[in-house]
């Protein structure tokens, strides 16, 4: 019973809340009553998806999202694995009048990095970004809320990777770009693999206002990777002529480290005979791709043979960079 009045006493007070007259209030313009209020809701909403609490949320969706979600339980089923057991941090909040955004239908961000894109410009709309800290990287959550009945509903959830070891897609972007000025190729390259990853958080909702330049530069970076190095690529200057495969970012403890593909025609079970062909191609790796000794301590290395290739098996390598 006391369970039901604490979240009685949420809704009458986010119901309670009269706007003024500014069409769209940002972070400190809202009252802070109602931001209260909203940060608790979304707690009780992020608890309830993590312990799959069905008749709870669909009590709170909007009717709208009821339907667009299709099989509400299906959905649920999905947001109990996205959401981290961590405490969120807020980001911005938004409170938008109805028919605030039909002669402007988007909200400019107050960091002017990004600005959002609802899909709605007539009803009354709240937006609340939050922030989920993790160890190596922080997921971004957009609650969209909608007036329903005098009460605040779940319209909208959006969630994705917002940053890897604090950097966001705004930092691979600019070291991107730096990459590719000092002729390091495939560095630019690993750089825009990461920026893709990162570039929209919230979905087709957030968008970054150098998207468009971030997506320009992605192009001529993918079209100069493709007209310079070809792959598969057989090394020749190897005795055992190992077969360059794929190179691609791949995540450690540490950061971001560049991982090599390769096939050999030695038995995977050689160890001896795979560590002495790695250390050759170890050895050939900065002539064939320029700058990438640089871009971290160390390369990974993943060996395949064409019997292990077909059943999935493989051996990797780390292999140190010289300072």
């Not at 600019?174 to 919230?202: I, W």
């Not at 360059?244 to 991982?259: A, I, K, R, Y």
């Not at 025609?265 to 191609?281: K, W």
Request: proline content about 5%; charged content about 20%; overall charge negative.
């Amino acid at each position: 019973m006391r369970r039901i009045y604490f979240f009685l006493s949420i809704f009458l007070l986010l119901g309670a809340c009269r706007p003024d007259r500014t069409p769209v209030l940002i972070n400190e313009q809202i009252p802070q009553g109602l931001r209260d209020a909203v940060k608790q809701l979304n707690t009780s909403m992020f608890q309830a998806m993590r312990t799959n609490q069905l008749e709870f949320l669909e009590q709170r969706f909007s009717t709208s999202f009821r339907k667009r979600l299709m099989s509400i339980e299906a959905a649920i089923n999905n947001f109990q694995g996205l959401i981290p057991d961590v405490a969120f941090e807020p980001l911005d909040d938004y409170w938008v009048q109805p028919n605030a955004l039909i002669q402007q239908p988007y909200l400019a961000g107050p960091s002017h990095t990004y600005f959002l894109q609802p899909d709605n410009q007539t009803l009354e709309q709240y937006f609340s970004l939050v922030v989920f800290q993790q160890k190596s990287s922080s997921l971004l959550a957009i609650c969209t809320y909608v007036k329903e009945g005098g009460t605040w509903k779940m319209d909208n959830f959006q969630m994705g990777y917002k940053d890897y070891f604090g950097r966001d897609a705004l930092h691979y972007f600019e070291q991107s770009k730096t990459e590719l000025q000092a002729d390091h190729l495939l560095n630019a390259y690993l750089d825009m693999l990461l920026v893709r990853d990162l570039r929209q958080p919230g979905g087709k909702l957030f968008q970054y206002r150098l998207d468009a330049e971030m997506s320009q530069f992605e192009q001529r970076v993918l079209d100069q990777i493709k007209s310079s190095y070809q792959l598969p690529l057989e090394l020749e200057q190897i005795a055992s002529k190992p077969e360059l495969l794929s190179v691609g970012p791949q995540f450690s403890p540490n950061g971001h480290l560049p991982q090599i593909s390769y096939q050999t025609n030695l038995s995977i079970q050689d160890e001896s005979g795979l560590a002495q062909e790695c250390d050759q191609i170890h050895a050939l790796i900065e002539d064939l791709y320029p700058g990438i000794k640089t871009y971290s301590a160390t390369i990974m290395y993943q060996v395949v043979n064409k019997e292990s290739k077909s059943k999935g098996g493989s051996k990797s390598f780390v292999k140190k960079n010289q300072p």
